[in-house]
Each structure stands twice: as structure tokens, then as C-alpha cells.
């Protein structure tokens, strides 16, 4: 059976409700990992404060393979770049992925590569293409995995989810990908970015 090319999503409740739209992202929040929570106060023990959003101005689209085909839907966001890309990668081995950041880079994007050190001797990287290509590629070495898996575009728009940028994900794994377009949202993941950015490596191909 063919794969629509991606899902838009909205609970019925949070479309009767908009006071109910910043709990919808929390399923977002939850499949990244990020200690985030939409309440005062709400925060781990020995951990910085959590991040509260609370805004109508944003929308948000949701895919899940392996019934329905996220990669066009990723595609078609990075097309649709203008400014900067900002990736940060536990595994990057999906050649359309990488040939639409190289596209972006050829029409003038500011595209930056944040990836998991396991990429270095990973035999389907795409990272040696995109150094080739002039794309910035650096390396976080200090976790024990960088296990991330976002893209901010032009500090609006963030891809996130479980989704790796990889040919796994999206034909053979269960996987989640969301796409929130929200300027303070993407505010955070930005923050994020650079701190990560502030402490890797630039990746240095031999090959």
C-alpha cells in the first residue's frame, strides 16, 4: 500500500480547546529526551530549571514511519530554507538528506553540522560529502553519545522526534518525526546548539 508523503496532526481535544495546544508539544518534548515541561517551576533533582513555553503562535506537523514516508516531508523543509540549517546528528547516513543541505548551501544557506562522534568510522556517513561539499561539520566528543536528532531552520522551525537521519528510519524503524514552527521554541533549541557547538570539534576528513 502506498505511504502518504506525511501526516499533519491536531488532537480533537486540543481543536475544540486552544488553551490545550502547549500540552500537544509535550509528546514532542517527551521523544526527544529534553527536560522541558510546561508547568511553573518543573524541574529534576540537582538540574537546571526547566523551559516554559506558552504561545498561540505556532504550528506543528507529526509523521511516523514505517506507514507513512517523513523523509519528503524533512526534504521538503530544508528546501525551504533561506538563512541558516543547524543539524545536530546521532546518525547521518540518508543521501537525500545530505543532497538537500548541499543544495541549500549552493543557494547560499548557512549550513552547520553538529554530529555524534560515531560518525567518523560510520561506513554510510554522509559527513565526508557535505565537508566536501563546504558544508561545516563538527564533532561533539564530549558526551558518551551525541544522541540528538534536530534541525532548526531559520530560527523558526524545528525538526525533532526519534527520527535519525538515516535509511533505517525511515523504511524499516518505528519511528516519530515532528516539525514545530515556533520562533521562542526555536529559540531554545538554538541556545542548545550552541552550547553543544561551543565544546565539538571540527570534523577533518582524511578521505
Request: charge should be positive; include cysteine; hydrophobic fraction near 45%.
Amino acid at each position: 500500500m502506498k505511504r502518504k508523503p506525511y501526516s499533519v496532526f491536531l488532537h480533537p481535544l486540543v481543536s475544540r480547546n486552544i488553551k490545550l495546544l502547549p500540552l500537544f508539544i509535550v509528546s514532542f518534548l517527551a521523544g526527544l529526551g529534553t527536560q522541558m515541561a510546561f508547568q511553573p517551576n518543573a524541574q529534576r533533582q540537582g538540574a537546571a530549571r526547566s523551559s516554559v513555553i506558552q504561545s498561540r503562535d505556532f504550528s506543528c506537523k507529526v509523521c511516523f514511519t514505517p506507514s507513512q514516508a517523513c523523509l519528503p516531508m524533512i526534504v521538503a523543509e530544508l528546501d525551504q530554507a533561506k538563512i541558516t540549517i543547524q543539524m545536530q546528528a546521532y546518525s547521518l547516513t540518508s543521501k537525500p538528506i545530505a543532497d538537500a543541505l548541499i543544495r541549500a548551501k549552493k543557494r547560499g544557506v548557512h549550513v552547520i553540522v553538529l554530529a555524534d562522534k560515531s560518525q567518523k568510522r560510520e561506513r554510510y556517513t554522509q559527513i565526508k560529502l557535505l565537508k566536501r561539499a563546504g558544508i561545516a561539520v563538527y564533532i561533539d566528543y564530549r558526551p558518551a553519545i551525541a544522541h540528538n536528532k534536530i534541525i532548526i531552520i531559520d530560527g523558526l522551525t524545528v525538526i525533532g522526534g526519534s527520527y535519525n537521519f538515516s535509511n533505517s528510519a525511515e523504511s524499516r524503524n518505528a519511528e516519530n518525526v515532528t516539525i514545530i514552527k515556533n520562533k521562542d521554541f526555536a529559540a531554545l533549541y538554538d541556545a542548545n546548539f550552541k552550547k553543544r557547538l561551543d565544546v565539538s570539534n571540527m570534523f577533518i576528513s582524511k578521505t
